[in-house]
């Protein structure tokens, strides 16, 4: 009878510790920081979700996630970065503090500052589609403010891998 409790014992502490592990585990994402450096949180957001809470005079200090789908190729001073729910981000950094890597597209980025809604100007959107390299017949379609969703990353922890 001892043996038989002591080993439900064993069995249940095993698991329990188990799941506290699992339970405990925090996304880790191995790479380099530009900007602030920030503790990566349980919370950061993979969708768009941020942006529901708020209306275009808000913003929201947040962390998110996602892939870097464009760079600024002038100077690395802007991303655009893809979400797990296709909305795109158009980011920039805080108070043009810090660059990212103008060959960074297509890694896993997180993002800790604010976010918030912008109507982009056409003017601003011509800025940054010249900085993309858009054909005179390209920038001659811009017609139009653009609502967006945007951020301001006070730093970006950019992954080793993608």
């Known amino acids: 009878m ?14 329990l510790v188990g799941v506290l592990f699992v339970s405990c585990k925090q996304e880790t994402i191995q790479g380099d920081y530009f900007g602030q450096e920030f503790q990566v949180s349980g919370k950061a957001s993979k969708t768009a979700a941020p942006f529901d809470q708020i209306s275009e005079k808000d913003s ?16 690395g001073c802007w991303m655009k970065v893809k979400l797990e729910s296709d909305e ?5 950094f805080k108070d043009y503090g810090f660059f990212v890597p103008k060959d960074a597209a297509g890694k ?4 800790n500052g604010a976010a918030f809604l912008e109507e982009m100007s056409v003017e601003d959107q011509k800025h940054y589609a010249e900085d993309e390299g858009a054909s005179e017949e390209e920038l001659a ?7 967006t969703l945007r951020f301001e990353a006070d730093g970006v922890l950019i992954a080793n891998q993608p």
Do not use: D, H, W
């Not at 929201?60 to 100077?75: F, P, R, S, Y």
């Not at 896993?108 to 993002?111: E, F, G, I, Q």
């Open 2 to 15: 001892l043996s038989k409790m002591r080993y439900f014992n064993t069995i249940t502490t095993v698991f």
């Open 60 to 75: 929201l200090q947040t962390q998110m996630i996602g892939e870097i789908k464009e760079v600024c190729q002038a100077k």
């Open 88 to 92: 795109e981000v158009f980011v920039r």
């Open 108 to 111: 896993k980025v997180v993002m």
């Open 141 to 147: 379609q811009i017609t139009a403010p653009k609502r």
